[in-house]
């Protein structure tokens, strides 16, 4: 019998030789075989999988390193190519590789309008993303989980500006890598700032409790583990789009819409929230950056809510939603939940998956068109889109027995123990995000049609290549919640939280958690959950029968619509001043400076060359006189130090 | 035989030599060519073959394939020493791998006075070569100045409008550079311990490790030298006759001065200034890496606004070039090694950067990045070796340009964390730079220009496939490569002690 930790490699193998397949065949390859090979090599990963996932949940299973070879080898560096397995890895091997499938299968009716070769690069850069991505959580140090981080930070970037024949396009792709890498900066610091303390980047030499950083420093806010924290919270930032880097996730929505499901909602934009799981004893070990990384998710979850109200554009909605999402996920980090935020990042992954699943079965059904004020009534017409869509709306609010409920609370619940204020506002923002889903959902779906006859005529329901994901994800969003019941309900009805405790185990043991009674807790919880439903009712209620041009715009609606005009504001203080100081420095410095000086004393030589008759001008020249001029230098020294 | 009657070092040396010679009288400018492309050949053959010969550890007897003296001038105490230790056997490899993809990728053109430029071009790959295994500070001095002058003539004949003017500025450059080098030398050899009865003092490497100058003299002769090596590399603010020279001279020589030619700066830094001059090198280090920080961040930030092809390449090897500097003098074993693969991948990536851009040029006849666009719809496989090349060249993990980088970082912050701090920023604006680059040449809509052109031919994509190859191969298993630089490294940073 194999062990299937020794054959780990073929999980994110599969998905490199179907980028090599359809990346290099993509002249030859049909437009079918390409589709199929490309969903299938995710689909075998998805079924190494669940293997893994097997023999991790077995009784006594230890965490799993693999070394393959070394990467860097000198004196004092060892940074191995190795894989570490364990529970926080097995959960997201799952996420990507089922979501990643389906939304594959998804791909391959969606992008069919494209030719051959636009096909096989997009299934390519698809199957090169989800390597990238097995590589990042896989990797059993930092430098291969850079390796994935950059990687599809890379795909990202590439599938952004897929359409590369729109500038608009291409712009927004250039500022997501460059966004990214203000990020990787800070990673990549902090990486060099472990070795530099550590001498290792190895997370079973790091972490362990004998051996690793808990024994090296004893004393919570050290300031080298508060630097450290901040800095891989600064890649965080970057890649799971948080204030201040946050700007570059909306304008990815230029890229095809399964990319937006599948990098830019459900595995992407979640690296961050691994790395900071991954990295959960150093944030343990620096409680000041850990409230610092509860601030910035909370804060970033209230501004992009606000932002999503008043969005038209049925993509930009579910970006900010993501945007506000991610900040919830690093709030619950940030209160040491964990387990809590990893469960966020599943359910998320399934009703965010389906939402812009859905989204892009809507926008294929209206021929292109995004703005949801020119929708309405398309419930009729797309049974199946609505319903899913509903469900997934249901979850993202937070509504029992939805997953989204179950996830959500327990985050809130555990903001309410660190912070009662963390607590008020994050219900807040569930109220908002309740608000801006139904908005939505009742502009897209519910009332009478607003767009053009032509648009009316075309509606119709999608092929069952994009129907079977959604309702494999509306499933999903509806009972996935069930993996986290809170204790009050059932006692060890958390299987989730079990199943990861292992890998939190030492950071469970330095928090002190508060407690808060059990009555308190689903008073709390019964509270808020009738709120959202009333949000959610009343949202509805306004907006089932939208007619344009009927809103009252205020100046503060007008910020809002405007995205509080940050992106205007990054360029009046940093982008314009940067190149108008590149200009400077190449056409002023450079010219009259250093330049200047050295074109004189070319000049100077040439005209005193000119001047001694008796040598020739130009090359020959002024290297005779240039020797002469050395000959003479060597002279003097040699008189000097005698 | 081998090891009594030749050793690899004179094969590297000779062949481009000899065979640069003849090509002089070579009248068919195809013959030329080919028998151009044939020497480059065997000199890498040698190389390779060279490369199975590196451990000494466990067979010392390869050492004496790898190392020989001639008598030479005795009655000054200097010998014909050559040979090779990782280093060497590094940049020597580089400098026989370059030339053929060079001739390769430059095949098609004509140049008027094919022999004579093709002959050049080979005394230059002699003369880099001699640099490269010299063991003997005159030898040195020879070859520095071989690869030097044939490099003046190939500017100055062959190239742009301005080719004159800029060339003139780096003749000024290198030339008083070398001289004070020279300067240098001679003061170092002045106070060498005697080796042989013959003569007072020595020339030979190891002499003049173990010359004895006092704090001052070490101090004032340091700079002698670090103005020859800073200039060549170039550090700033010693690098304004770089862009000017890259964008006026033609293809091949671009690429061997950029590819090569730079190395011989970062090459004498790590052979002859840190091991002569260590108790220097520690009094100046700190003024040092702040020009190369500046160096790196002025440059990068100059790239942004850059709109000539040309420019931008020239630009962001001064920036690479700058961070090399500082791996240099930050000396740790980390920053050293990733020095070392540095040298080797910046060589091969801005060749490859250039033949792409030579590719751009021949096709559309410019250069400026405005004028251009769309070129991905015309050839897909042009745009995927050049994305793979940007991305090697901003640092991107699994290309070689994020090992080289990375080593060096991590040297630099074992120094001085803020350093590293400001010297990191560049990989945000390469990555500007760069993709801007890309976006503009290749993305979006074709125009009156673009829309024309067609797909690459079978040679270039021959060159560049070996190109990426390399790319990703070095980024995946750098080992073998560290390995080999290993005894280097530890040779220096035993001087610092």
Redesign the interface.
Known sequence: MINIFDVAYLIPLFPLLGFLINGLGRKFISKSVTGFIGSLVIFISFCLSILVFINVSKEGFTPQNIDYFSFINISKLNIPFEFQIDQLTSVFLLIITGVGFLIHVYSTSYMKDEDQAGYARYFSFLNLFVFSMLLLVLGGNYVIMFMGWEGVGLCSYLLIGFWFKNDNFNNAAKKAFIMNRIGDLGFILGIFWLINTFGTTSYHNLFDAQTGILSVITVKNSPVLIGISLLLFMGATGKSAQIPLYTWLPDAMAGPTPVSALIHAATMVTAGIYMIARSNIIYTMAPFTMSIVAIVGLATAIFAAIIALKQNDIKKVLAYSTVSQLGYMFLGLGVGAYSAAVFHVMTHAFFKALLFLGAGSVIHAMGGEQDIRKMGGLGKKMKITYVTFFIACLAIAGLPPFSGFFSKDEILAAAYSDNPLFYIVGVAGALLTAFYMFRLLALTFAGKFRGTDEQLHHLHESPSAITFPLICLAVLSAIGGFVGIPEIFVKNGNSLGDFLSPVFADSNKLLTAGTTSPQLEIILMAVSSLLILFVCIWAWKKYKNYQEGTEEAGAFTKAIENKFYVDEIYDSIIVRPLKGFSRFLGNVVEKSGLDALVNGVGKGINYSSRQIRFLQSGFVGSYILLMVIGLLLLLIIQLFTK | MLGTYYTFPELLLWIPLVTGIIIFFIKSPKAVKNFALFSSVATLVVSIISLCYTDFVHHPEYATYNNVSYVWLPYIGSSFSVGMDGMGFLLTFLTAFSFPLVFAATYKREYPNANVYYGLMLLVQAGLMGVFVAMDALVFYFFWELALIPM?FLC?RWGGEFRIRVT??F???T??SS??M??GI??VYLHTPPVTALSEHSFYIKSFYSATLDAS?QNMVFWLFFAAFAVKMPIF?FH??QPDLYEQSSDSTVMVLSGIMVKMGIFGMLRWLLPIFPEAVEKNDTIILVMCIIGIL?AS??????TDLKRIVAWSSIAHIGLMGAGIFARN??SL?GVMLEMLNHGINIIALWIVVDIIEKKTGIRKISELG?L??KS?TLT?FFIIIV?ANIG???TNGF?GE??M??GL??YN?WM??FA??S??LS??YM??MV?KV????TNSITENVGSISGGQKFTLSVIVAAIIILG????PV??LT?DTV?DILQKFK
């Not at chain 2, 995946?476 to 080992?479: C, K, T, V």
């Open positions: 003046y100055s003139f500025k003749f000024i450059y030339f008083v001289l004070l020279l300067i001679m003061f003299q603010p304004s006759w002025y930030i100059i790239a942004l606004s850059q074993n980390t090694q769309g991905a719809t897909s995927t991305l991107l993990p699994l090992v990375f080593l970082f991590t912050f074992e964390k590293a701090v990191c920023i990989i945000i990555a500007t993709l801007n976006q290749f993305f979006g809509n995946i298993y750098p080992g560290l390995h290993q530890t």
